[in-house]
Structure formats: structure tokens, C-alpha cells
């Protein structure tokens, strides 16, 4: 349960701050060699991703030992398949994410600070440690604050499929694909709007 939360956590907030800083990181080759910009972000999400691929193995390892030595094994079914769902709708969200930053880092450099702040809230917020179910939290508001999370969602159709043993929520898939998708547009529209004057400021 720990280990399916913690790799998605870390692959998104690796992968995102790495890309907020490509650009600033690339800015010799940049000035230097024309190559489209937003190869920069895509590339170290993209390299983040295979290495997050890669870590899906140690949790294979695990839900393989506790399958055939405990005495309460995983619930494995034909759903563990469609863990392909929450783990491309990730890659959106950190695309999209990667985008905003990298645009916005070139102009406020002070952002890199802000987001490592941002991101141990974020841990904290994100049913990683803990059962949203087992939280005892009255207001309602607060409640669907931490359901507004798009990384709440995949985290839970993750572990639905791969844990559970369960089909997902369709309520997750839509919102966490809506915002996904939308995260992207904002990033690609933000970027492509700031990048001639990238050259100015790094």
C-alpha cells in the first residue's frame, strides 16, 4: 500500500522538478543550438518516467512474495492490466506540470524554493501514509480539498487495480484524465507564448 502511493509521489515530483529546471540547465546549448524548447521538459520527464517503469519491478517483487507467503495474499485479477490508465494519466499530469514550471522558473527563479515547500505539503496531502476512509475530518470542505488532488485519484486507481484487485472508479478516471488533459493545454499555451523571450533571461 506504502510502496504503491510512495513511487508515484516521488516519479511525479522528480520528474516535475527536473523539468522545471531544464531549461535554466540548458541555457549554453540553448543559446548555442536551435532545438525546439519544449524538448527540454519533455526529455527529463520522459527519462524520469522509464526510471519510474523500472521501479515498478521492486513493487512486482513485492506483491509477488506476499502472494505466495502470506497468509493474506493480494487480490491478483485481470484489472492489474489496466494499471496502464492511472500510470499514463501520470505522465500527462507531469507534462503538463513540467510545462507550467519550466516556463515559469525562467522569468522567477525563486519558484524552485516555493515548489520544494510546495511538494512536502503535497506528501502530506496525498493518502500515501494513510486511508482518506480513516482520517477523522468533520468539514466536508476539507475533505473534498484533499479529494481535489489529481494525484489522490491515480494513486487510488492505481491501487485498485494492482492492490484491490478491483475496477476503477469512474469517477477518478474522469477527473484525474479532465485534469491531466487540461494541465497540458495550460502548460503547452503558457509555454509557447513565453519562449521567445526565454533567451532574455537565462
Do not use: W
Not at 12 to 21: E, H, N
Not at 88 to 98: A, E, K, Q
Request: aromatic content about 16%.
Amino acid at each position: 500500500y506504502l510502496l504503491c502511493g510512495r513511487l508515484i509521489y516521488e516519479f511525479f515530483t522528480q520528474s516535475t522538478k527536473r523539468a522545471m529546471r531544464s531549461i535554466r540547465n540548458s541555457a549554453s546549448v540553448i543559446k548555442k543550438v536551435y532545438v525546439p524548447k519544449y524538448i527540454y521538459p519533455l526529455s527529463n520527464v520522459t527519462a524520469n518516467f522509464v526510471t519510474f517503469l523500472i521501479s515498478l519491478l521492486v513493487l512486482v517483487c513485492f506483491v509477488a512474495y506476499y502472494y505466495f507467503f502470506s497468509e493474506q495474499p493480494p487480490h491478483i485479477t485481470p484489472y492489474v492490466f489496466l494499471a496502464i490508465v492511472p500510470i499514463i494519466t501520470l505522465f500527462i499530469l507531469s507534462v503538463g506540470v513540467g510545462l507550467i514550471l519550466s516556463t515559469l522558473a525562467v522569468f522567477f527563479k525563486d519558484i524552485e524554493y516555493l515548489y520544494e515547500v510546495f511538494c512536502m505539503l503535497l506528501f502530506y496531502a496525498t493518502p500515501i501514509i494513510y486511508k482518506l476512509e480513516t482520517l477523522k475530518i468533520q468539514s466536508e470542505v476539507v475533505k473534498l480539498a484533499l479529494m481535489a488532488n489529481p494525484l489522490y485519484s491515480i494513486i487510488q486507481m492505481f491501487r485498485d487495480c494492482v492492490l484491490f484487485g478491483e475496477m476503477m472508479n469512474p469517477k477518478h478516471i474522469i477527473y484525474s484524465s479532465c485534469f491531466s488533459i487540461v494541465t497540458v493545454i495550460i502548460g503547452l499555451v503558457l509555454f509557447y507564448k513565453k519562449q521567445d523571450k526565454f533567451i532574455l533571461h537565462i
